[in-house]
């Protein structure tokens, strides 16, 4: 059945607003679904995918729509509706596009230059390839362009990951154990889970693997003082304070009182009664000052570039520049150090990014180490074997999508030596 005419109107205005860059383009995709409330279920859904696979093939659709005519907005929606659903699906062309995406649709992408092929910013594209060579450039962008998985993390003070495994199975959704996370269940279709009693009781919840190996890593105990530093709205929380079996004292600090206020639902499902939600107005509030040497356990999971998440989020490598990288390395030496304070004689920090760039990750580690020497790095090969967790590590946690079908990571971990 074909597509209403308006679909392509629709697309082109949420395009429009989508490359301006002003907001994450999942919000601004919510925000015009909110004020068009009579577009249907369908054509959300083409809607949606026809953003994203713009947001995924930019470079080659700006170079596709050097030709045609009209609106240069109205040729880009067209490329990533054609591409989602098919020219024949399209009501509302005219003659003359339809004969222009059917000759642009031909063309052979393989052959088109790699710069365009791997569909990144100009900055982007040298820095990745300088980083990971050019092979190893394309294996990450072709990652990048596959959907995500939908994992969830079974909260193991409500219950165990196989009997979770057999009531989804009932209901019916099928999920397989994660390959690393021992608390992890990957679902193969991607169902609405919202509605499920398992959900509603906080006996799961959605979780990227990589994120449930971070908190893993940190290596939280009964009983233990704990503090999640760059909490935000409490995935790793949670993680940490059903490790530490729901004693102890775990503090969830952050700046942004929104992203604290979403972790309280979450905390309410999760019966997790050992967390305590901290608002800070810097990484060095005074707040943060009476706890310093008195922590077992701190995690840093500091504000990045988020360029491990493009499967999630394409529109990221668009949204970021190298400035704000640079910035953003600024703060995230800061909350590190503030952070290292807390850390007892012993104690274990651990400074984890969502990002694959060696500036966010690795120089930050290092320069750490360079500048406190109260501090050593616990290699994470042996973290991993204290955790048993199997996958082959050297100093860092460097996981990316292409190699373990999980997000981009990064963790280093380092102990406070007594
Ligand atoms: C990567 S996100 C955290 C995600 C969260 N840990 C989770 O698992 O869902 C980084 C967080 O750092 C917070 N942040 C930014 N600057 C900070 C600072 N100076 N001190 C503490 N938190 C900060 C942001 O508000 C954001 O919530």
Known sequence: MRLPPALIGHTEEVLREVLRFTAPADSTLSRYFRDHTRLGARERGVIAESIYGLLRNKAVYTSFSESGSGALIRRMALLALADGVGIDALGGLTELETEWLTRVMEIDRNHLPLELRVNLPTWLFQKLTEQLGEEGMLAFTKATNEPAPLDLRVNTIKAERDAVRAELALAPIQAEPTPFAPDGLRVLKKPSLQNLPLFKSGAIEVQDEGSQLLAQIVGAKR????????????????????????????????????????????????????????????????????????????????????????????????????????????????????????????????????????????????????????????PMRDVLVEQKIVLEMDSYLKLSPEQHQTDGFFAAAFQRKK
């Open 223 to 378: 009983g233990e003082m704990v503090v999640d530093f760059c909490a935000g709205a409490g995935g790793k929380t949670l993680a940490l304070g059903a490790a530490m079996r729901n004693t102890g004292r775990l503090y969830a600090f952050d700046i942004s009182e929104k992203r604290l206020a979403k972790l309280k639902p979450r905390l309410a499902r999760s019966g997790l009664s050992n967390v305590h939600p901290v608002l800070i107005a810097h990484e060095r509030d005074a707040k943060i000052k009476r706890l310093a040497g008195k922590i077992d356990r701190v995690l840093v999971d500091a504000p990045c570039s988020g360029l491990g998440t493009l499967r999630r989020n394409p529109d990221v490598k668009w949204r970021q520049l190298p400035t704000a990288i640079a910035e953003l390395n600024v703060k995230q030496a800061a909350i590190l150090d503030s952070a290292a304070r807390l850390v007892k004689p012993g104690g274990r920090l651990v400074y984890a990014t969502c990002s694959i760039l060696k500036e966010e990750n690795e120089a930050i580690a290092e320069q750490f180490l360079a500048t406190h020497a109260e501090f050593e790095l616990l």
